[in-house]
């Protein structure tokens, strides 16, 4: 492909992300599904392209306001800082696979970009203005490290499957295939890799001695320190990312219950389990949730909440996903968090543990929701953090205080919230 060609296909697809409100890295595999003449080193450069526009998107948004300019795909896609105007008109040529020429328009507006200097934090910060507040009050003094971490490409972390393999065993697999991979810095199963690897295709992943996972998510699973023999429910088990964490924590023995409302995510989990060789875990149909509930009521050594949030602690994963958040949408979610955790509550019998989990940075989803929840429920206290990992995380970055609160600026890691509470046994 020319690099006209490469700018044409770029624009498609960022035009495509906006307008479909569409995921970034699906959108990118159905664009290379169906254009198949686009080899490696085009695929790699359209991607990277759409990124760049994606993670700088505030401060385009910004410039293209500041020029009086419409915010259209192919603007937003040339209103970098750095490549000139005459760059755009060489390229834009209107030929067969060429962007159609700028208008005189697009060729102003593009000349009247301002400068950098005076750009706001939220378009530095590449997050809407209405969200801005939300971050601060989430990130207070570090907010601007804290945004600058969540725009920033997330490494790939996976969790090791104990049922199948060590740590050192794969670790030292991976290097032997020329990938560089070291021990995540905090979760016991936790390998990163800092660039990408198309996993599909390594055996490790398809004989499930490895996942992909966050370290974060990793951390708030292994908060649950569910054990052997244990009766453990993942009430919001969606693809059974955690569900899997789990059954390895427990070492298969005992009884692992997998549910959630949305049978779409769930139909997934059967061929991930057998994958990673787990034998102890049943999954229930979404439909039969209300009877669930009524029957396993007081029954769980432990209930994991990995309830749906903003997942504003993952916007480094999904650059676009800030720019879809409605904070008038906060309210329905809080609504249901508080909701799951009464039903979550019920299940757990005295003396058993709820570990409540958000990829949220925001206060409302985590510190608030708790404090509410156990301003009703005098039944459960907090567990600090350095008893709640049962003796597998010494790591005083995160083993002191109850609460776990991790974000990209100072964990390298997703935002990510997590707590432990003890029903009074
Ligand atoms: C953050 S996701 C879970 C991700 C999953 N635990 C993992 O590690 O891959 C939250 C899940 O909660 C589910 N959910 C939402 N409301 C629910 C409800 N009332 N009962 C059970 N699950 C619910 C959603 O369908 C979604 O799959």
């Not at 049922?163 to 021990?183: F, M, N, S, W």
Request: glycine letters at 8%.
């Amino acid at each position: 492909m020319t690099p006209a060609a490469r700018l044409a296909a770029s624009i498609e697809i960022v035009g495509t992300i906006l307008e479909r409100a569409a995921a970034a890295d699906r959108v990118l595999a159905e664009w290379q599904k169906h254009n198949r003449y686009a080899g490696a080193k085009d695929r790699r450069a359209v991607a990277d392209q759409v990124y760049a526009v994606l993670r700088d998107q505030g401060m385009r948004r910004w410039r293209l306001q500041a020029a009086g300019a419409e915010l259209t795909p192919r603007l937003l896609v040339m209103a970098d800082a750095s490549t000139p105007l005459a760059e755009w008109q060489r390229l834009c040529d209107g030929g067969r696979y060429a962007p159609p020429a700028l208008s005189e328009d697009e060729a102003a507006a593009l000349a009247r970009l301002p400068s950098d200097e005076d750009a706001p934090l939220w378009a530095r910060g590449n997050l809407p203005e209405a969200v801005l507040p939300l971050a601060e009050a989430a990130f207070g003094a570090d907010t601007d490290m804290e945004l600058a971490a969540l725009n920033g490409r997330a490494p790939l972390d996976l969790r090791v499957n104990l049922l199948k393999a060590t740590r050192d065993h794969v670790l030292e697999q991976l290097r032997g295939e020329g990938i560089t991979a070291a021990p995540a810095p905090f979760s016991p199963l936790g390998i990163r890799i800092p660039e990408k690897v198309r996993l599909e295709q390594n055996s490790l992943y398809r004989d499930g001695l490895i996942e992909p996972q966050d370290e974060a998510a990793q951390l708030a699973g292994l908060l649950a320190d569910a054990r052997a023999g244990q009766c453990v429910i993942d009430l919001c088990a969606g693809a059974g990312g955690k569900t899997l964490l789990l059954a390895a924590a427990m070492r298969n023995q005992g009884e692992l219950h997998a549910i959630d409302n949305d049978p779409r995510r769930l139909a997934r989990l059967p061929v991930r389990l057998a994958r990673a060789g787990v034998r102890n875990a049943t999954v229930h149909a979404a439909d039969d949730l209300p009877r669930f509930l009524q029957d396993m009521e007081g029954k769980a050594d432990c209930v994991l909440l990995d309830v749906p949030c903003t997942g504003s602690g993952t916007w480094r994963r999904n650059p676009e996903a800030r720019w879809r958040y409605d904070p008038a949408g906060l309210d329905e979610v809080l609504r249901r968090q508080a909701g799951l955790l009464e039903d979550g509550a019920r299940l757990v019998k005295p003396g058993g543990r709820l570990v409540y989990a958000t990829c949220s940075v925001l206060p409302a989803e985590n510190g608030d929701q708790i404090g509410r929840f156990l301003g009703h429920h005098g039944e459960f206290t907090e567990v600090p953090l350095a008893e709640a990992w049962g003796g597998a995380i010494t790591d005083p970055r995160i083993s002191s205080g109850r609460r776990l609160s991790l974000t990209p600026y100072r964990h390298g890691t997703d935002g990510f919230f997590a707590v432990a509470l003890r029903r009074a046994g």
